[in-house]
């Protein structure tokens, strides 16, 4: 069984950065593809980025291509998402997930979820 937890959201300016982390327990995270997702008020929520369960292989959602970069340390049982030049519509519950192995990486299956973490953009 794997446990995932959400960590480093919080509130920050427009165009500044912050670092979300994903720590697993329970489980070896090697064995999963990870992925973020997020929620806004009021809208569904859509797949951010995607990294495969060794860290060579990643995605992007169009809206933070460029901005956003996923990363994992498989020895820390961890994935990251470091957020540049964050904008207003960033502001989300940033969700990740995991995916056994034998799943197709950045599918729609996920085995495991996180509870969540909030990240504020203030317009």
């Known amino acids: 069984q794997l446990q995932l937890v959400e960590s480093g959201g919080g509130l920050v300016q427009p165009g500044g950065s912050l670092r979300v982390s994903c720590a697993s327990s329970?489980?070896?995270?090697?064995?999963?593809?990870v992925a973020w997702f997020r929620q806004a008020p009021g809208k569904e929520r859509e797949g951010v980025s995607c990294i495969n369960s060794s860290g060579g292989s990643t995605n992007y959602a169009d809206s933070v291509k460029g901005r956003f970069t996923v990363s994992r340390d498989n020895d820390k049982n961890t994935v990251y998402l470091q957020m540049n030049s964050l904008k207003p519509e960033d502001t989300a519950v940033y969700y990740c997930?995991?995916?056994?192995?034998?799943?197709?990486?950045?599918?729609?299956?996920?085995?495991?979820w996180g509870q969540g973490i909030q990240v504020t953009v203030p317009s």
């Open positions: 997930a995991a995916a056994s192995f034998y799943r197709t990486w950045c599918g729609s299956e996920y085995d495991y």
């Open positions: 329970g489980a070896k995270l090697r064995n999963y593809h």
